[in-house]
Structure formats: structure tokens, C-alpha cells
């Protein structure tokens, strides 16, 4: 059976041996604080000098790119649920429901005065 790398260990959480299967605790999933790591660019070889400052630099563009999106959702007014006005209209109809249940439960004399007849 072929041995798994840490990588794999803590992606499947599971290592299996031909004597031994037993259970690791997968991580928790990173926050959004994390340490940054310091980077001496002068010791990376090219491809990985350029995967650096890509990497960099996507991670800027992304927050540049979500933060204007925010923005222009809150400037258009978008930010509200899709069918907020189907629920307005629904809770208006259980109110006016609501209203006419209490109106019949009236006594009848107070009916009388609003212009029924009693037969």
C-alpha cells in the first residue's frame, strides 16, 4: 500500500495501513485571519517568484473587485431578497384576514350597527 503524504493525510483525514486504520482529526477551516507568512523573494527560484507576486496580486484584485460589487449592489438596491414584495403582499393578506376574523366574532348587536340586516 503506498504511503500518503501530510497533504493527503489532512485531506481525507483517514490513514490506512495494512496493520493499522485509525482516524485524524481533519482541520478546521482557516480563518479569515491568518498569519501571513514572510516571503524572502531573493532566495525563490523564477517560477516561483512570479507564482508569488501573482498570487499577491490576485488576492488584491479580488478584494479591489468584491468590495466594488458590494458597493454597487447597495448603490442599485439590490441587496433586498428577490421576492420581498410577494412576502409584503402575503402578510398584508394574513392581516386583512385577521381583521375581517375579529370583525365576524363581534357580537351581533355591534354587526347590527354596521348596517346588516338580522334575519
Given amino acids: 500500500m503506498p504511503r500518503l503524504s501530510v497533504r493527503e493525510i489532512k485531506t481525507y ?21 491568518e498569519e501571513e507568512q514572510v516571503v524572502d523573494t531573493s532566495k525563490l527560484s523564477w517560477p516561483q ?9 490576485g488576492k488584491g484584485a479580488l478584494a479591489v473587485v468584491d468590495g466594488a460589487g458590494e458597493w454597487l449592489a447597495d448603490f442599485f438596491g439590490i441587496t433586498g431578497p428577490r421576492f420581498w414584495h410577494v412576502v409584503q403582499e402575503y402578510e398584508r393578506q394574513k392581516e386583512e384576514e ?22
Fill in 13 to 33: 483525514g483517514t490513514v490506512c495501513d495494512e496493520s493499522v486504520s485509525k482516524e485524524i482529526p481533519l482541520q478546521e477551516e482557516e480563518s479569515d485571519e
Fill in 49 to 57: 517568484y512570479v507564482l508569488h507576486y501573482t498570487c499577491l496580486g
Fill in 98 to 119: 385577521e381583521k375581517e376574523r375579529r370583525f365576524f366574532e363581534r357580537e351581533p348587536a355591534q354587526q347590527l350597527e354596521c348596517g346588516q340586516e338580522n334575519t
